[in-house]
C-alpha cells in the first residue's frame, strides 16, 4: 500500500484499548507505532492473510492491510467488530500502481460501507526509483539510470516488445506541452475518475522523474499525463482520445472517486468495490471505435 504512515493513522482513527488486527505486515516499525497509540490495555495482532481463517473468536476494533486483492476478503470484513473500521488498499484495474486506499466502516449489523476512497499519492509526487512488481508490461532503464514503463490491459500477455516499441515512441520522438489540467488535486481527481470507469485503451505509466502517469495507449500511438506534462508519442489518436477523456470528466463536474457512490457489494466470499457513473450531456466516443 502506498500511503504515508502519518496518513494512515489519521484514517484508522486509533485510540487507546483498541484491538487492531494488521494484515500481511511489512516491517516492525508500523507495529511499533501502532502499539503507542492503542496502549496501554489495547493491542496490535499481526497476521499474513493465510492464517486469518474464516470464524475469528475475536473481533478487532480497528483493520489495516498491506497489499491490494481484487476484492475485499470477506474474512477481512468478518475480524472487524461492528462499528469498527478497516483501512485497506484495492484494486482498481489491473494495471501497475491502478490502487486506491479505502476507508470502510462496518454498520450495526456487520456490513461494510466505505467512507473514504484516495488514489496512490504517486500520481501527484515524485515515482519511486524502480518499476512496480505488478502489471508492468515494458520497462526500460535509461542511461541517467531512471525507469520508463508502461502498463495496459491490452497489452497484457503480449510480447514484451510490443510494449518497449511504444515506450520507443517517448522515448526518442516525444511531444511534450503543459498538461491541460495543471498538477495536484485535480490530476488525482482525473486518474481516480479514470481508473473507476476503466476507458478502453487506459494505460498507467512510469516515465523517468515524472510522477507517474495515466494516458492512452494504442497500437502505434500513446499519450500520457504525468504531473504538469503531457507527453505523446506516434500518431495522435491516443492524445485525442486521452484530450476525449479529460473532456468528459469536465463535463461530469471533475467528480473524485468519493464522488463516484463507492459501494462495496457482496460476492460469494468477497465484497466488490463498484462505482455509480454520472449522465453526461454528451457521449464521447471510445478512442477504438
Known amino acids: 500500500m502506498k500511503c504515508e504512515l502519518a496518513d494512515l493513522l489519521e484514517m484508522l482513527d486509533l485510540r487507546p484499548g483498541h484491538r487492531l488486527l494488521e494484515i500481511n505486515p511489512q516491517d516492525a ?10 496502549d496501554p490495555s489495547g ?13 475469528p473468536a475475536v473481533r478487532y476494533d480497528r483493520l489495516v492491510a498491506w497489499s491490494a486483492p481484487s476484492s475485499l476478503p470477506g474474512e477481512w470484513v468478518a475480524h472487524v467488530a461492528p462499528g469498527g473500521l478497516a483501512v485497506v488498499p484495492v484494486l482498481l484495474a489491473p494495471l501497475a500502481m491502478a490502487e486506491a486506499v479505502a476507508r470502510i466502516r462496518l454498520d450495526p449489523d456487520g456490513r461494510p460501507e466505505v467512507t473514504d476512497l484516495s488514489t496512490t499519492p504517486l500520481f501527484t509526487r515524485a515515482a519511486p526509483g524502480e518499476p512496480p512488481e505488478r502489471f508492468v508490461d515494458g520497462a ?22 510490443v ?11 516525444p511531444r511534450r506541452r503543459p498538461s491541460p489540467i495543471g498538477a495536484g488535486r485535480d490530476t488525482a481527481h482525473l486518474v481516480g475518475y479514470l481508473l473507476a470507469r476503466r476507458p478502453d485503451g487506459m494505460l498507467t505509466a512510469g516515465l523517468g522523474d515524472l510522477p507517474a502517469g495515466i494516458g492512452c495507449a494504442l497500437p502505434g500511438s500513446l499519450a ?66
Open 140 to 161: 526500460v532503464l535509461r542511461p541517467d539510470g531512471r525507469w520508463w514503463w508502461i502498463s495496459a490491459e491490452w497489452l497484457h500477455g503480449r510480447d514484451h516488445g
Open 224 to 289: 500520457v499525463l504525468a504531473g504538469d506534462s503531457l507527453v505523446s508519442g506516434g500518431t495522435p489518436e491516443a492524445l485525442d482520445g486521452l484530450l476525449d477523456w479529460i473532456t468528459e470528466w469536465r463535463s461530469a463536474g471533475r467528480p473524485a472517486l468519493t464522488d463516484l457512490w463507492p459501494r462495496l457489494t457482496p460476492r460469494r466470499d468477497t465484497w466488490e468495490l463498484e462505482f455509480g457513473m454520472p449522465e453526461l450531456p454528451t457521449q464521447v466516443p471510445s478512442p477504438f471505435a
Open 43 to 55: 493491542a496490535v495482532v499481526s497476521l499474513p492473510a493465510g492464517k486469518l481463517g474464516s470464524a
Open 163 to 173: 510494449a518497449v516499441d511504444l515506450l520507443d515512441l517517448l522515448l526518442h520522438r
Open 29 to 38: 516499525a508500523g507495529v511499533v507505532e501502532f502499539g503507542r497509540f492503542v
